[in-house]
């Protein structure tokens, strides 16, 4: 419900108005580039403005779906701002889905329109063949005569490139509208689509500020995708609040990652650890000049501390930062900084700003100090709900607080260390093993450039603890040889059982591992 209170219009805070605040206080200041094109804050803004009187304009109405289906590009960015400045609903979807996937989002959703790179056509064809939606690309795009009636044909990039073009109107939005709907990864059933106002997206940019020290003399590269949470609502749009200058790439392939940085003069990246061991493996990593590197972020999953001592060892002018969070709190709950790092490497940190995080038992009592429980939160950054879904929406919040499914422990001082997620915990014979503890371990071999350990099913222990390791180049290890270096540092129990050497491991296009693929495909072999 809008307010009409005297002055509800100047204290509006959505992330419009945001945006409006940084163009005004920036102006012509260098924004984004993205190949060859910049944008000033200015004509960011201005171009927001352009695109959401198009999709307006097109027939769309306040709280309509609009899915974004596309890889990284200044178009993307742009149909998000000017969908939340139209007071539409963004839903971004994972370019890599396949098209039942891509369907069963844009229709759970209730999408009215499809936004999308043309080169995904193909993916959309059972889609456009209902009849009942919208479609549109981000740049370039062009529709085959008679195949949609009533298509937007809408092209993101042209519009906001035209200055002659109108300019929305303001819009009667507020902050408690819904921003977007963000669908989780969906890496062990159907995912949910978490629901995020302006406001919560508002609260968690204001948290990334304080917390990763954004600010306009930063020069921010960013390659991973935009579709997921941790790149755009973690660094991309806090560092565009904060005035910095933001390079854009489509993915993060390590050989034009590491020139955009010396190029560029790159000072913060960010990255999943994945990405990090890839970087750290090329071998222009120590041909190229990373030394404006001041900031290194990492999260989105578990960063192994013997990677992390090379990252340390290797770039000794840029201090870490680990975030830890998911989709649902948008997506920041915990920071470990570089500071923080010297006493307590394999720590999440401790709660961000506007998060209030413990640890419970199954009772919701706290979990005392070096005790495993579930990792909770209180925070004005969390969804309102999952999508149509009122059942998984009681669950999540069941006791007052949000349920992350994470297995962590807190220590006296408030800092978290996530043990893992609670679907990833081994069951070994009755007795509970951390898959990341023996990750650990085998990581420090030096044979080892990546690793991944799950559970397959066993006639003796249930569960069997099951490595599935990725080799250095020219070095060699045997089974034998890495569950011989793990008896060093770990018990008996949880040394594992099988040893599977792999070429590459399975991950999505936000650099997140997954582990569901690994057990599925070595549970065929096994069986």
């Known amino acids: 419900m809008l307010d009409e209170t005297p002055g509800a219009r100047a204290r509006r805070n959505t992330i419009g108005d945001g945006l409006r605040r940084a163009a005004s206080r920036y102006r012509e200041r260098a924004a984004l580039r993205y190949g060859e094109r910049a944008w000033s804050f200015r004509a960011l803004d201005e171009a927001a403005d352009r695109v959401a009187h198009a999709l307006l304009h097109k027939g769309l109405a306040k709280g309509d779906r609009v899915a974004a289906y596309g890889r990284n590009s200044d178009a993307y960015l742009l149909l998000w701002l000017g969908t939340v400045r139209a007071g539409l609903v963004h839903v971004p979807v994972n370019y890599a889905l396949t098209p039942s996937e891509l369907g069963y989002i844009v229709r759970q959703s209730g999408a009215k329109a499809v936004i999308s790179d043309a080169a995904l056509d193909a993916?959309?064809?059972?889609?456009?063949?209902?009849?009942?939606?919208?479609?549109?690309?981000?740049?370039?795009?062009?529709?085959?005569?008679?195949?949609?009636?009533?298509?937007?044909?809408?092209?993101?990039?042209?519009?906001?490139?035209?200055?002659?073009?109108?300019?929305?109107?303001?819009?009667?939005?507020?902050?408690?509208?819904?921003?977007?709907?963000?669908?989780?990864?969906?890496?062990?059933?159907?995912?949910?689509?978490?629901?995020?106002?302006?406001?919560?997206?508002?609260?968690?940019?204001?948290?990334?500020?304080?917390?990763?020290?954004?600010?306009?003399?930063?020069?921010?590269?960013?390659?991973?995708?935009?579709?997921?949470?941790?790149?755009?609502?973690?660094?991309?749009?806090?560092?565009?609040?904060?005035?910095?200058?933001?390079?854009?790439?489509?993915?993060?392939?390590?050989?034009?990652?590491?020139?955009?940085?010396?190029?560029?003069?790159?000072?913060?990246?960010?990255?999943?650890?994945?990405?990090?061991?890839?970087?750290?493996?090329?071998?222009?990593?120590?041909?190229?000049?990373?030394?404006?590197?001041?900031?290194?972020?990492?999260?989105?999953?578990?960063?192994?501390?013997?990677?992390?001592?090379?990252?340390?060892?290797?770039?000794?002018?840029?201090?870490p930062y680990n975030c830890y969070g998911q989709s649902e709190i948008a997506p920041l709950a915990t920071v470990l900084r570089p500071e923080e790092h010297l006493e307590r490497p394999a720590s999440a940190g401790r709660p961000v700003l506007n998060v209030e995080t413990r640890v419970v038992d199954a009772e919701m009592n706290d979990c005392p100090p070096g005790v495993q429980g579930e990792i909770v939160h209180r925070s004005p950054q969390l969804l309102t709900g999952y999508w149509d879904k009122p059942k998984e929406t009681a669950e999540v919040f069941e006791g007052g607080w949000f349920h992350s499914g994470d297995v962590g422990v807190m220590d006296e001082a408030g800092y978290l260390t996530i043990v893992d997620r609670i679907k990833d915990v081994i069951k070994t014979g009755g007795i509970q093993v951390a898959s990341r503890e023996v990750e650990e371990a085998l990581f420090t071999h030096p044979a080892v450039s990546e690793v991944a350990v799950i559970a397959l099913p066993d006639p003796k222990w249930v569960e069997a603890v099951t490595a599935v390791v990725v080799l250095r180049r020219d070095q060699a290890a045997t089974e034998a040889d890495l569950i011989e270096h793990a008896r060093q540092t770990l018990a008996p129990f949880k040394l594992p059982k099988r040893v599977f050497f792999v070429e590459a491991l399975p991950r999505n296009t936000a650099g997140k591992l997954l582990k569901r693929e690994l057990r599925k495909s070595f549970a065929e072999q096994v069986d």
């Open 123 to 319: 993916n959309l064809a059972e889609l456009q063949a209902a009849g009942d939606l919208m479609f549109g690309h981000f740049e370039d795009g062009h529709f085959e005569d008679g195949h949609f009636e009533d298509r937007l044909g809408l092209d993101v990039l042209a519009t906001a490139l035209d200055e002659t073009a109108r300019r929305a109107a303001d819009q009667d939005i507020a902050d408690t509208d819904l921003a977007q709907i963000l669908y989780t990864s969906g890496t062990t059933a159907a995912p949910k689509g978490a629901m995020l106002t302006h406001r919560a997206i508002l609260a968690e940019y204001e948290s990334c500020i304080h917390e990763l020290d954004f600010g306009p003399n930063d020069k921010a590269l960013a390659a991973l995708p935009l579709y997921h949470s941790a790149q755009m609502h973690c660094f991309s749009m806090p560092q565009l609040m904060a005035g910095a200058t933001t390079v854009l790439l489509q993915a993060p392939e390590p050989a034009t990652v590491l020139r955009l940085i010396e190029e560029h003069g790159i000072t913060s990246f960010f990255s999943p650890p994945t990405v990090w061991i890839s970087l750290l493996r090329h071998e222009d990593f120590d041909r190229r000049d990373l030394s404006t590197l001041r900031h290194v972020y990492y999260g989105a999953s578990i960063m192994p501390v013997p990677v992390l001592d090379e990252l340390r060892r290797r770039l000794p002018n840029a201090g």
